[in-house]
């Protein structure tokens, strides 16, 4: 059974940093690009794709807000991917998801809450 966890949101001030992780498990991990998502919580909002990392971690991709602030990681031995994020602008408040394969219909986990308030 494919599972993805992810943790280290949290409330954070504008122009903070915040570490997410994503626990893989149930298949193959290194065989497979991962993205992170996130949805916000305005209504109507859909899910965002943020970026993604090829199955190697050499290319990473991301959605042009966040470029220069964002990056992504993983680590194959350790089934983990992770997204650290600097400069975190309050528009960057919402439900951050992992997700297999890359853009955002793949399978993702719970997600964790990430909240960016003075």
């Known amino acids: 059974e494919v599972q993805l966890v992810e943790s280290g949101g949290g409330q954070v001030q504008p122009g903070g940093s915040l570490r997410l992780s994503c626990a893989a498990s149930?298949?193959?991990?290194?065989?497979?690009?991962m993205s992170w998502v996130r949805q916000a919580p305005a209504p109507g909002k859909g899910l965002e794709w943020v970026?993604?990392?090829?199955?190697?971690?050499?290319?990473?991709y991301y959605i042009d807000s966040v470029k220069g602030r964002f990056t992504i990681s993983r680590d194959n031995v350790k089934n983990t991917m992770y997204l650290q994020m600097n400069s975190l602008r309050i528009e960057d408040t919402a439900v951050y998801y992992c997700a297999m394969n890359v853009g955002t219909t793949g399978t993702r986990g719970q997600g964790t809450q990430v909240t960016v308030s003075s």
């Open positions: 149930g298949f193959t991990f290194s065989l497979y690009a």
């Open positions: 970026g993604s990392i090829m199955q190697d971690g050499g290319d990473s």
